[in-house]
Nanobody
Framework: QVQLVESGGGLVQPGGSLRLSCAAS????????MGWYRQAPGKERELVAH???????NYADSVKGRFTISRDNAKNTVYLQMNSLKPEDTAVYYC??????????????WGQGTLVTVSS
């Protein structure tokens, strides 16, 4: 059994910062790509940032220069540092990972989602 557990969401004022974390727990053999997606009310889920096992990153245009994705492979954890937050960043943020379990099963996993609200 492998799962992703997210933390770090909350309420922040415009211009503020938050750091999201997502840890894979359970029978993890390896993790390739990891990423963060978000879904705002009434909108479709969209990619925010993505990082490969080698550390190559890419970002949605709307967050470039403000958000930074990183990962700690030893801890099976991915982070999203969000700076200069705007009200339009308000959404539920979901972690995603491509995992190979110790039973050599390939898994596409999603976290439970964490709410980020940017408001004064």
């Amino acid at each position: 059994q492998v799962q992703l557990v997210e933390s770090g969401g909350g309420l922040v004022q415009p211009g503020g910062s938050l750091r999201l974390s997502c840890a894979a727990s359970g029978s993890v053999l390896s993790i390739s790509a990891m990423g963060w997606y978000r879904q705002a009310p009434g909108k479709e889920r969209e990619l925010v940032a993505h990082i490969t096992s080698g550390g190559t990153t890419n970002y949605a245009d709307s967050v470039k220069g403000r958000f930074t994705i990183s990962r700690d492979n030893a801890k099976n954890t991915v982070y999203l540092q969000m700076n200069s937050l705007k009200p339009e960043d308000t959404a539920v943020y979901y972690c995603h990972a491509q995992v190979v379990s110790t039973l050599y099963k390939y898994l596409e996993l999603w976290g439970q989602g964490t709410l980020v609200t940017v408001s004064s």
